[in-house]
Nanobody, 127 residues
């Protein structure tokens, strides 16, 4: 059974950086698309970034381009989200997600194409 466990969230000042980690287990993931989503209080969950496990192709939401970078480490079965130049609008619970690539790729920004989710990690950007 696929399990995703996020870590690395916390409180950071505006302009600061955080790196989120997602430990993936329970499958080979070679056919998966891995994603990061976030949900702020009172708002819908939104796409942040995605990476194809095998090829390493990356995709980022316009709102985080140039500030956030998704990556994966195949040997360690880990997915990362490096977040720089954080601002208060980035405050949210961040979720790691996994979906079968052949089903998810064409709509990778939609959360309903991802089959597995982590429990989330809180990121708070505040002075």
């Amino acid at each position: 059974q696929v399990q995703l466990v996020e870590s690395g969230g916390g409180l950071v000042q505006p302009g600061g950086s955080l790196r989120l980690s997602c430990a993936a287990s329970g499958d080979s993931f070679s056919s998966f698309l891995m994603g990061w989503f976030r949900q702020a209080p009172g708002k819908e969950r939104e796409f942040v970034a995605a990476v194809t496990w095998s090829a390493g192709g990356t995709y980022h939401a316009d709102s985080v381009k140039g500030r956030f970078t998704i990556s994966r480490d195949i040997a360690k079965n880990m997915v990362y989200l490096q977040m720089n130049s954080l601002n208060p609008e980035d405050t949210a619970v961040y979720y790691c997600a996994a979906g079968l690539l052949y089903r998810a790729f064409s709509r990778l920004e939609q959360d309903d194409v991802y089959d597995y989710w982590g429990q989330g990690t809180q990121v708070t950007v505040s002075s």
